[in-house]
């Protein structure tokens, strides 16, 4: 950015050009706390390459930026500039007028899991061995027993209810875990599905009903799951109280969907009724529908996922759960 102060209104006026558009804003915001290369703001904004790389060069030739070489890459980071500089004061206010953007807040999300990935790199060059051993771990044992392993944890008495269980994946890899899992969906199409896939194991249970009106009697499980299916129903509050009137006294739910965006595209894409949920918004609608201890948070993107972040609600039914080996 320029650290002289000028008046002209030639030279506002192109400030005012470079930062009047979306992405580069969104890569102002990166670069201002983060020196990241172009492969790295491809990932987290979820462009081309191309893209990313004539954006960089409007902001760069305008003075926003600054960049130096690192082996063959290119690391970008905000230039700074004096306090009282036009430049920068009219970024402060474009910065707050932005940073609330249901994107931006997503971008944040990517760049947090993709800076996280720099250290087990260090790791691997100073610590040898050590730094080896996941790639050791999964070439040597695979990756089915983590899961496996966390599944566990679930009680083995317990009935669960998959709710939106679309083709069954979630069911089939609870059944091993679990007394019985009751997989409910009003797809058809999806429920046929999911009837190969767990076709042979005797405690899954699949139900064609709509989650606003499940066909569970009340108090009849122990967890209920409502994974990706929130945002399909055109009324959540009366979902999640469905989901609570199935659930038996100190049952548990867990709830994820997707964090709220801004990607009106993909939303009709999908199907999907909403444009997702806040963490806080998800809070106090599994509040309101009368369960308890309510807790939520972001999930971090997977690398290769190319849809909008996660957030994830879980809670339980007040009261105590009953014992299962009482009730035979």
């Given at each position: 950015?320029?650290?002289?102060?000028?008046?002209q209104?030639?030279?506002?006026?192109?400030?005012?050009?470079?930062?009047?558009?979306?992405?580069?804003l969104?890569?102002l915001?990166?670069?201002?706390?983060?020196?990241?290369?172009?492969?790295?703001?491809?990932?987290?904004?979820?462009?081309?390459q191309?893209?990313?790389?004539r954006?960089?060069?409007?902001?760069?030739?305008?003075?926003?930026?600054e960049?130096?070489?690192?082996?063959?890459?290119?690391l970008?980071?905000?230039?700074?500039?004096?306090?009282d500089?036009?430049?920068?004061?009219?970024?402060?206010?474009?910065?707050?007028?932005?940073s609330?953007?249901?994107?931006?807040q997503q971008?944040?999300?990517?760049l947090?899991?993709?800076?996280?990935?720099?250290?087990?790199?260090?790791q691997a060059?100073?610590?040898?061995?050590?730094?080896r051993?996941?790639?050791?771990?999964?070439?040597?044992y695979g990756?089915?027993f983590?899961r496996?392993?966390?599944?566990?944890?679930?009680p083995?008495?317990?009935?669960?209810?998959?709710?939106?269980?679309?083709?069954?994946?979630t069911a089939?890899a609870?059944?091993?875990?679990?007394r019985?899992?009751?997989?409910?969906?009003?797809?058809?199409a999806m429920?046929?599905?999911?009837?190969?896939?767990v076709?042979?194991?005797g405690?899954?249970e699949l139900?064609?009903?709509?989650?606003?009106?499940?066909?569970?009697?009340d108090?009849?499980?122990?967890?209920a799951?409502?994974?990706?299916a929130?945002?399909?129903?055109?009324?959540?509050a009366r979902?999640?109280?469905?989901?609570?009137?199935?659930?038996?006294?100190?049952g548990?739910?867990?709830?994820?969907?997707?964090?709220r965006h801004?990607?009106?595209?993909?939303?009709?894409?999908?199907?999907?009724h909403?444009?997702?949920?806040?963490?806080e918004?998800?809070?106090?609608?599994?509040a309101?529908?009368?369960?308890?201890?309510?807790a939520?948070?972001?999930?971090?993107?997977?690398p290769?996922?190319?849809?909008?972040?996660?957030?994830?609600?879980?809670?339980?039914?007040?009261?105590?759960?009953?014992?299962?080996?009482?009730?035979?």
């Amino acid at each position: 950015m320029r650290t002289t102060v000028t008046r002209q209104p030639e030279a506002l006026l192109s400030w005012m050009a470079s930062l009047a558009d979306a992405t580069r804003l969104r890569l102002l915001h990166l670069l201002e706390r983060h020196e990241l290369g172009v492969v790295e703001l491809c990932e987290v904004l979820q462009i081309p390459q191309s893209s990313v790389s004539r954006h960089l060069k409007v902001l760069a030739d305008q003075g926003w930026l600054e960049g130096r070489s690192q082996g063959t890459n290119r690391l970008y980071r905000m230039a700074e500039a004096p306090r009282d500089s036009g430049a920068r004061k009219l970024w402060l206010l474009a910065r707050e007028q932005t940073s609330g953007w249901p994107t931006v807040q997503q971008d944040r999300l990517r760049l947090t899991r993709r800076l996280s990935e720099r250290e087990p790199a260090a790791q691997a060059f100073f610590a040898g061995a050590a730094g080896r051993w996941d790639k050791l771990r999964s070439e040597l044992y695979g990756e089915v027993f983590s899961r496996e392993a966390l599944f566990a944890l679930l009680p083995a008495d317990w009935v669960v209810a998959d709710l939106g269980c679309g083709t069954g994946q979630t069911a089939m890899a609870l059944a091993p875990h679990v007394r019985q899992v009751i997989g409910i969906d009003q797809s058809g199409a999806m429920l046929k599905a999911a009837k190969k896939r767990v076709a042979g194991l005797g405690n899954v249970e699949l139900r064609q009903g709509s989650l606003e009106a499940l066909p569970l009697e009340d108090a009849s499980v122990d967890g209920a799951l409502l994974l990706l299916a929130l945002t399909y129903v055109s009324d959540p509050a009366r979902a999640l109280g469905e989901m609570l009137r199935v659930l038996r006294p100190g049952g548990r739910a867990v709830v994820v969907d997707l964090l709220r965006h801004d990607r009106e595209e993909f939303r009709r894409q999908m199907g999907q009724h909403s444009l997702g949920f806040e963490p806080e918004a998800l809070s106090r609608l599994v509040a309101q529908s009368g369960l308890q201890s309510v807790a939520c948070r972001t999930l971090s993107p997977e690398p290769q996922a190319k849809g909008p972040a996660l957030v994830l609600a879980s809670a339980t039914k007040a009261g105590q759960l009953i014992d299962l080996r009482k009730r035979r």
